[in-house]
């Protein structure tokens, strides 16, 4: 392999650290704990454990989380007055709820419902618009995550030429958006790719700096990448493996193996952009607290 294997978890561990403190202090200054409420409706097993993954994040760097647990067959109406309940606690002061819905239930209007200042995913119309405008906002997680693995890897994305693979609203079209403006972490040149566009490996081989989320394995494989390139691997799927002990692995989008022989740098899966998703919400959970309590912007 001749990649730099980029460590998500040591810069995550690093920035959980630093929010702890940041909790500390502000608790010191304010008498105010920095709280999220958590809202999981359903028992889809991924989602199960992605939110418990960051309740227990939360509590190790001492924030409170306030968790609502749903049933599958949950009303709009409820959720919504879920949500009404948490814009209006001032104890809480960011507001998660955890991606899919089950079905039945309207996505779009649930987020809008988030009131904008509690929005530490970053996900609401308001967040969003004020993203592309260069406001001040919340980034949305994983997007940011990738930014700073990016500044870790000591990958320079002035100038360079960055191929998103992937338009979700949550990773690709935010992350692309981001990386295009005219900012330190940003000003490179974006291609932005998806299941339309033929001949992926035309535009990824072209890539100095190459993100993939497309939630399918396998869709970037050695030949596709530029020799030397910076390779950030957002995709999680659970790959059927009968000698794995739960059955499945987690694999990213890219052929790890493969593409470490070309690229000059790469995020495993897992231990990648996974880690620093939920350091980011921790930051953002602060920052939501820090200006609710008046000291921050
Ligand atoms: P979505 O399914 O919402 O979007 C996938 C995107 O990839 C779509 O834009 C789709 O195109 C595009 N796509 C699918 N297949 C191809 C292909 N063969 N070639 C080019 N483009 C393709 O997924 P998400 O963005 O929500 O998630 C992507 C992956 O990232 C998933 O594995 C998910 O689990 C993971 N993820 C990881 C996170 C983390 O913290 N590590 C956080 C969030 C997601 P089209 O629009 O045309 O359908």
Same mark, same amino acid.
């Given at each position: 392999?001749?990649?730099?294997?980029?460590?998500?978890?040591?810069? @995550?561990?690093?920035?959980?650290?630093?929010?702890?403190?940041?909790?500390?202090?502000?608790?010191?200054?304010?008498?105010?704990?920095?709280?999220?409420?958590?809202?999981?409706?359903?028992?889809?097993?991924?989602?199960?454990?992605?939110?418990?993954?960051?309740?227990?994040?939360?509590?190790?760097?001492?924030?409170?989380?306030?968790?609502?647990?749903?049933?599958?067959?949950?009303?709009?109406?409820?959720?919504?007055?879920?949500?009404?309940?948490? &814009?209006?606690?001032?104890?809480?002061?960011?507001?998660?709820?955890?991606?899919?819905?089950?079905?039945?239930?309207?996505?779009?209007?649930?987020?809008?419902?988030?009131?904008?200042?509690?929005?530490?995913?970053?996900?609401?119309?308001?967040?969003?618009?004020?993203?592309?405008?260069?406001?001040?906002?919340?980034?949305?997680?994983?997007?940011?995550?990738?930014?700073?693995?990016?500044?870790?890897?000591?990958?320079?994305?002035?100038?360079?030429?960055?191929?998103?693979?992937?338009?979700? @609203?949550?990773?690709?079209?935010?992350?692309? &958006?981001?990386?295009?403006?005219?900012?330190?972490?940003?000003?490179?040149?974006?291609?932005?790719?998806?299941?339309?566009?033929?001949?992926?490996?035309?535009?990824?081989?072209?890539?100095?700096?190459?993100?993939?989320?497309?939630?399918?394995?396998?869709?970037?494989?050695?030949?596709?990448?530029?020799?030397?390139?910076?390779?950030?691997?957002?995709?999680? &799927?659970?790959?059927?493996?009968?000698?794995?002990?739960?059955?499945?692995?987690?694999?990213?989008?890219?052929?790890?193996?493969?593409?470490?022989?070309?690229?000059?740098?790469?995020?495993?899966?897992?231990?990648?952009?996974?880690?620093?998703?939920?350091?980011?919400?921790?930051?953002?959970?602060?920052?939501?607290?820090?200006?609710? @309590?008046?000291?921050?912007?």
């Amino acid at each position: 392999m001749s990649a730099t294997v980029i460590d998500g978890k040591a810069l @995550a561990a690093e920035t959980r650290e630093r929010v702890r403190a940041g909790v500390g202090a502000l608790r010191a200054r304010t008498g105010v704990t920095p709280g999220l409420g958590v809202v999981l409706v359903g028992e889809d097993p991924a989602s199960v454990s992605y939110v418990t993954a960051k309740e227990r994040a939360l509590a190790e760097a001492g924030m409170r989380s306030v968790d609502v647990r749903l049933p599958e067959g949950t009303g709009q109406e409820e959720l919504l007055a879920v949500i009404a309940r948490l &814009n209006a606690d001032p104890e809480v002061h960011g507001i998660l709820v955890q991606l899919p819905l089950p079905r039945g239930l309207d996505t779009d209007a649930v987020i809008a419902a988030i009131a904008p200042e509690k929005d530490v995913d970053g996900f609401t119309p308001v967040n969003v618009g004020r993203m592309i405008l260069g406001q001040p906002c919340f980034l949305p997680c994983t997007p940011h995550g990738v930014l700073r693995l990016l500044e870790r890897a000591g990958a320079r994305t002035r100038g360079a030429h960055a191929v998103v693979v992937g338009r979700s @609203a949550i990773v690709g079209r935010p992350l692309a &958006n981001l990386l295009s403006r005219k900012a330190p972490d940003g000003d490179a040149t974006v291609t932005f790719c998806h299941s339309a566009t033929p001949d992926l490996g035309r535009f990824t081989r072209q890539a100095d700096i190459l993100v993939v989320a497309t939630g399918r394995p396998g869709t970037v494989t050695a030949e596709m990448v530029k020799p030397g390139a910076t390779v950030i691997d957002v995709g999680v &799927n659970r790959v059927p493996d009968a000698s794995a002990r739960r059955g499945y692995r987690l694999r990213g989008d890219c052929d790890f193996e493969g593409v470490a022989q070309v690229a000059g740098a790469i995020t495993p899966v897992p231990g990648g952009v996974g880690p620093m998703t939920i350091a980011m919400l921790l930051e953002n959970t602060l920052r939501a607290a820090e200006r609710a @309590a008046g000291v921050a912007e």
